[in-house]
């Protein structure tokens, strides 16, 4: 089997993800951040919403999760990637999850350009306040 890729026998829902994150020690108002790779958690039953209502349920109302919003640019766009870049509407490359997870309503996505947050609850305004706010940090070698 390709470890990339779940075992499509398993069934998993949100209930599942939010009691794996309680195992591994997430609480009720925790911050917690992750990556993700829905293909590789087995049939995830509601898919990538599922994922994130597990997320929530685990750190409740007064916690909050956030996941990486990364865009992608072509070399020749970089000059513009400031300007172009809507956090409301330009998608992240990064994966069904996250990509489903900065859609949602109460989601707020901060305002770099290329490697942006978005979070959900208390304490999503306050982790993506200013991140990006001193403009583009563009890597020399890429």
Request: charged share 20%; glycine share 10%; hydrophobic share 40%.
């Amino acid at each position: 089997m390709d470890p990339e890729r779940g075992d499509g026998r398993v069934r998993v829902t949100s209930s599942d993800v939010a009691a794996a994150l309680r195992t591994v020690g997430v609480a009720p108002g925790d911050t917690a951040m992750f990556h993700s790779s829905l293909s590789s958690m087995g049939h995830v039953i509601g898919g990538a919403d599922a994922v994130i209502d597990g997320f929530l349920e685990a750190v409740g109302p007064e916690g909050t999760v956030a996941a990486p919003a990364l865009c992608r640019y072509e070399p020749e766009e970089r000059p513009t990637a400031f300007q172009n870049f809507d956090p409301a509407t330009t998608p992240c490359y990064v994966g069904k999850i996250p990509e489903t997870f900065r859609r949602r309503p109460d989601a707020v996505r901060s305002r770099h350009a290329t490697h942006s947050v978005a979070a959900i609850g208390a304490r999503a305004a306050e982790l993506t306040a200013n991140h990006g706010a001193w403009g583009l940090r563009f890597c020399p070698w890429g």
